[in-house]
């Protein structure tokens, strides 16, 4: 199985702060690579898919960038509702994996 | 308006069998592979396991801590999908998603989720 590991899993920061999480493949999967959020007692949400390209209605302040085993998700400015946690998900190869998370808190 | 809703959690003992349904309404649901994501109490998310469309002869594929136990099923006609769970143990206890792949692979829908609780 493909592993995923996200670093930091924990993240102190303030509004206005600028966040990168790291998620690296154990194998190489091309762009397959996804990234989502999810806020306590609620569903995860689709931020970016193929490394980088934005979901729909996902703030311009989120981007993706990375390919093969090495990718990263920026928040540019930390806004208040960006408080949450953060997931990548690969989807090259069977089964389907996603990291361990990196809990984003207020610092 | 396009949603997912999860229906069928609860309380079971270990060794047991539940059922989860998950309806979709909105869009073409008999257009996209869908997968059942699981989340167990302050951890993680972990992929469960996939059910492919017609086309592609529903194929399912699991993840191996669950093959053999858990069966993934849809019925396109009336725009649902289904986890028939078997041999339930209490690592099963999470919060039990379903989501629709995106024709650009991700995740791009989900459920709201349904608890299922496996204890004596």
């Known amino acids: 199985d493909i592993q995923l590991t996200q670093s930091p899993s924990f993240l102190s920061a303030s509004v206005g702060d600028r966040v990168t999480i790291t998620c690296r493949a154990s194998?190489?999967?091309?762009?397959?690579l996804a990234w989502y959020q999810q806020k306590p007692g609620k569903a995860p949400k689709l931020l970016i898919y193929?490394?980088?390209t934005f979901q729909g209605g996902v703030p311009s302040r989120f981007s993706g960038s990375g390919s093969g085993t090495d990718f990263t998700l920026t928040i540019s400015s930390l806004q208040p509702e960006d408080f949450a946690a953060y997931y990548c998900?690969?989807?090259?190869?069977?089964?389907?994996?996603f990291g361990g998370g990196t809990k984003v808190e207020v610092k | 308006e396009v949603q997912l809703v999860e229906s069928g959690g609860g309380l079971v003992q270990p060794g047991g069998s539940l059922r989860l349904s998950c309806a979709a309404s909105?869009?073409?649901?008999?257009?996209?592979?869908m997968d059942w994501v699981r989340q167990a109490p302050g951890k993680g998310l972990e992929w469960i396991g996939r059910?492919?469309?017609?086309?592609?002869?529903?194929?399912?594929h699991y993840v191996a801590s669950v093959k053999g136990r858990f069966t993934i099923s849809r019925d396109d006609s009336k725009n649902s999908l289904f986890l028939q769970m078997n041999s339930l143990k209490a690592e099963d206890t999470a919060v039990y998603y379903c989501?629709?792949?995106?024709?650009?692979?991700?995740?791009?829908?989900w459920g709201p989720g349904t608890m299922v609780t496996v204890s004596s």
């Open positions: 989501a629709r792949r995106a024709p650009r692979d991700s995740l791009d829908l």
């Open positions: 909105g869009f073409s649901f008999s257009d996209h592979y």
């Open positions: 059910v492919t469309y017609k086309a592609d002869s529903y194929t399912t």
């Open positions: 194998q190489g999967i091309g762009s397959f």
């Open positions: 193929l490394a980088s």
């Open positions: 998900q690969q989807l090259d190869t069977y089964p389907l994996t």
